[in-house]
Nanobody, 114 residues
Framework: QVHLVEFGGGLVQAGGSLRLSCRAS????????LGWHRRAPGKQRELVAH???????NYADSVKGRFTISADNAINTVYLQMNSLKPEDTGVYYC????????WGQGTQVTVSS
């Protein structure tokens, strides 16, 4: 059984920064893709950032240049650095790890005030 535990969410003013962390219960090298999705109030869950085996990363257009996904294999942790936050970034952020099957974290709330 794989568990993903997220932390680092919170309340921040527009223009501020947060770093989200996702700790996996086993080696993140076992997965083909690691990433973050979010669900804004009243909207469907959407892709924020993915890191694919081989080093390729991709980002939603709305966060390009502001968010960065990274990983520390030694501690089975994926990060999402979020800079220049906007009120429209508000939502619940979910960690994802995928291979032959996919796993989701419980979600962590990010609220950006104007």
């Amino acid at each position: 059984q794989v568990h993903l535990v997220e932390f680092g969410g919170g309340l921040v003013q527009a223009g501020g920064s947060l770093r989200l962390s996702c700790r996996a219960s086993r080696s993140i090298l076992d997965f083909n893709v690691l990433g973050w999705h979010r669900r804004a109030p009243g909207k469907q869950r959407e892709l924020v950032a993915h890191m694919i085996s081989g080093g390729t990363t991709n980002y939603a257009d709305s966060v390009k240049g502001r968010f960065t996904i990274s990983a520390d294999n030694a501690i089975n942790t994926v990060y999402l650095q979020m800079n220049s936050l906007k009120p429209e970034d508000t939502g619940v952020y979910y960690c994802y790890a995928g291979g032959t099957t996919g796993y989701w974290g419980q979600g962590t709330q990010v609220t950006v005030s104007s």
